[in-house]
C-alpha cells in the first residue's frame, strides 16, 4: 500500500518536474529577449525589432524543424539569436519547440 503510494507521488512529480522544466528554461534563456509571452516586448526586442512568436501568422509560416534549427544555430540574419546547442540538450530544444507553439494568438 505504502509502496504504491511512493510510486504514485514519483510519478507525478517527474510529470510536473517535466512541464515546468521548459518554462523554467524559456525563464532563463529566452525570456530576457522575447518577454515571457514570445511578443518580444521587452528592450532587445525592440531595439533589434524581434517578431512576435505568438502571432498566428508567424506561427504558420514556420514549420517545427524551422523553429528547431533556429534555437540550435542561431539566426543567420541576426547574431543576437545566439546558438543554443552547446547550451541546451537536444530535449530541451524540442521541448522549447513544443513551449513556443503554445504562445499561439496569447
Ligand atoms: C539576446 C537576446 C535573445 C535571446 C536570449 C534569445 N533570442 Fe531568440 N531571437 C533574438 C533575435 C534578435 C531574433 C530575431 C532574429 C531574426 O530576425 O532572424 C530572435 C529570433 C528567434 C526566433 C524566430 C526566428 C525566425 O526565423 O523568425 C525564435 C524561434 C527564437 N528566437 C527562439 C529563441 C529561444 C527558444 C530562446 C531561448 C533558448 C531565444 N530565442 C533566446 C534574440 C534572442
Known amino acids: 500500500m505504502m ?3 511512493a510510486l504514485v507521488m514519483v510519478l507525478s512529480l517527474a510529470t510536473s518536474a517535466h512541464a515546468d ?3 523554467d528554461v524559456w525563464k532563463a534563456k ?4 522575447h518577454g515571457e509571452d514570445g511578443k518580444a516586448k521587452t528592450k532587445m526586442g ?9 502571432q498566428p501568422a508567424w ?3 514556420e514549420s517545427d524543424a524551422e523553429i528547431r534549427q533556429v534555437i540550435a544555430d542561431g539566426s543567420p540574419k541576426n547574431t543576437r ?3 543554443f546547442k552547446d547550451r541546451l540538450t537536444p530535449q530541451q530544444i524540442d521541448a522549447l ?7 499561439k494568438g496569447k
Open 46 to 54: 525592440q531595439k533589434e525589432s524581434i517578431v512576435d512568436l505568438s
Open 81 to 83: 539569436m545566439k546558438a
Open 3 to 5: 509502496k504504491r503510494f
Open 59 to 61: 506561427q504558420q509560416a
Open 30 to 33: 529566452c525570456k530576457s529577449c
Open 21 to 23: 522544466d521548459v518554462a
Open 97 to 103: 519547440v513544443g513551449y513556443i507553439r503554445t504562445l
